[in-house]
């Protein structure tokens, strides 16, 4: 008898929960799965909501969503709901030193000097602060910066098995920066250099990863070929500044992740306005809306517009996490910050779509009678 | 992303007898490859240039090593006769299976 009472209890709660819809889902919080560990003592009712991205950017939003339908019901007097994430995907594909890694995201632009790195750092350190487990790999093997950036002490190289990345604020990273001396240039060729690629993919202990962000080299060449064939990206952020002639330059990155069938996730628009030190007010040094169009030509989400402020980027450059530091509060701060919230929506909305497509496969053929 | 269409990925893929490869689309096609004539075909650019140059042969009794995804997009086969660089895209065998 008590038992059937708890299940009539249990079924009125996960009714009044399906009106509370997932606004980048699209889709009812109970059919999704999110609900989870319900459990129900008296007029008391408890249970997890468990999102898609500890970056949710709705978090509260939902919680408030979800104690009023639950508070609906006349018997129900008091609701407790703990916010989880599972970061949903398959693995990173290719290797097996990926396999645990959730989502390979690439961040790229066609031509260099747009703010690629700081970007991927900034977008990195924000995902972190919200509790996901991020790694960076530095794939600028000839022009590595994210090392510098970050202040990461690089990982010693054992010289045989695996590695382990460095640690830096709780981001894991690998770059060719920790591996060669600052001032010697890295010339390498095109097969040497996918090689490298190809250690940073498979010698490295990369561990459990909700995300782990890729800094593409500029351009359209080797590297960028080979990290889309070694590994199975679940979608790129395209990075560029207002101006026209970097906006031509990213349509053509925008093709060339078609071509590789990597989904564009969304553009990040940097120095779009200068934040003058003296009077605190903006200017748009390179002209206005070019992320906006650019977002709009290729069909994909502008997922930020970050402004330029001296101050921050000298604080930036250093090494400074945004979010972590004192200039928390700053626009370029709550900019990246507003940025990575929206990535990991995006991700979770490509997550969803993609349907039940196998991530990577790899078996051996075995001997039968025709 | 919702309003662009979802691209061609592979749900099931697996060896089906001696030499047949079987695939599951994401948009419900089941194909059947007959990997010797995959072999015939592959769109690698050495294989190629032997065509054109009329020096292309392979023996028909090749089969596949082994069978790998490539990134998103495409299908790698080790062959038997040391040949496995010929990158087999989903949308060019989808079209033909």
């Known amino acids: 008898m008590a038992a059937d009472r708890r299940q009539k209890a249990e079924a009125e709660v996960l009714e009044a929960l399906s009106v509370v819809v997932d606004p980048d889902l699209h889709q009812d919080i109970v059919s999704l799965g999110f609900v989870q560990n319900l459990a129900i003592e008296g007029d008391q009712v408890a249970f997890d909501l468990q999102l898609t991205t500890p970056a949710c950017p709705v978090r509260d939003h939902l919680r408030e969503q979800c104690e009023q339908a639950v508070l609906s019901l006349d018997w129900a007097h008091g609701v407790k709901v703990t916010l989880t994430s599972q970061v949903r995907g398959g693995r990173g594909g290719g290797t097996d030193a990926l396999s645990q890694v959730a989502h390979l995201v690439a961040v790229a632009s066609a031509k260099g000097g747009v703010g690629k790195s700081t970007t991927t750092v900034q977008l990195a350190y924000a995902l972190a602060a919200t509790g996901a487990k991020v790694g960076i790999l530095d794939a600028d093997i000839q022009g590595p910066s994210v090392h510098h950036m970050t202040s990461a002490e690089g990982p010693v190289p054992s010289g045989e098995g695996m590695m382990d990345p460095a640690e830096h604020h709780g981001v894991k990273i690998v770059s060719m920066g920790f591996f060669v001396p600052a001032l010697r240039p890295a010339l390498l060729r095109g097969p040497r250099l996918t090689a490298i690629i190809q250690q940073f993919l498979t010698e490295f202990r990369w561990g459990e990863l909700d995300y782990l962000l890729v800094d593409f080299p500029p351009g359209t060449g080797d590297i960028q070929m080979a990290l889309a064939q070694m590994t199975s990206l679940t979608g790129a952020v395209l990075v560029t500044t207002p101006q026209e002639v970097a906006l031509l330059d990213v349509r053509r ?16 628009e940097n120095m779009s306005g200068f934040v003058c030190p003296d009077c605190g007010s903006q ?9 906006a ?15 330029i402020d001296p101050t921050v980027r000298q604080a930036m450059d250093e090494g400074q996490p945004l979010l972590l530091g004192p200039h928390r509060d700053s626009p370029m701060a709550q900019a990246y910050g507003a940025a990575a919230a929206a990535l990991a929506s995006a991700i979770s909305v490509q997550q969803a779509n993609q349907g039940p497509a196998l991530k990577s496969f790899d078996f051996t053929w075995k001997e039968m009678g025709a | 992303m919702s309003e662009q269409e979802r691209e061609l990925g592979v749900v099931r893929i697996w060896q089906e007898d001696a030499v047949h490869l079987g695939v599951v689309w994401t948009d419900g096609k089941q194909s059947s490859f007959d990997t010797r004539l995959l072999r015939q075909l592959c769109p690698c650019a050495v294989c190629e240039a032997d065509r054109q140059a009329g020096r292309f042969v392979v023996g028909d009794d090749v089969v596949p090593l082994r069978v790998q995804s490539v990134g998103n997009y495409a299908m790698k086969i080790v062959f038997s006769d040391g040949h496995d660089t010929g990158i087999f895209e989903y949308a060019w065998l989808h079209e033909r299976g």
């Open chain 1, 283 to 291: 200017h748009a040094l390179f002209g206005e809306g070019g992320g």
């Open chain 1, 293 to 307: 169009a650019l977002a709009e030509a290729a069909g994909v989400p502008l997922l930020g517009s970050v402004p």
């Open chain 1, 253 to 268: 990155a925008v093709s060339m992740f078609k071509m590789l069938k990597v989904p564009v996730l969304g553009v990040v």
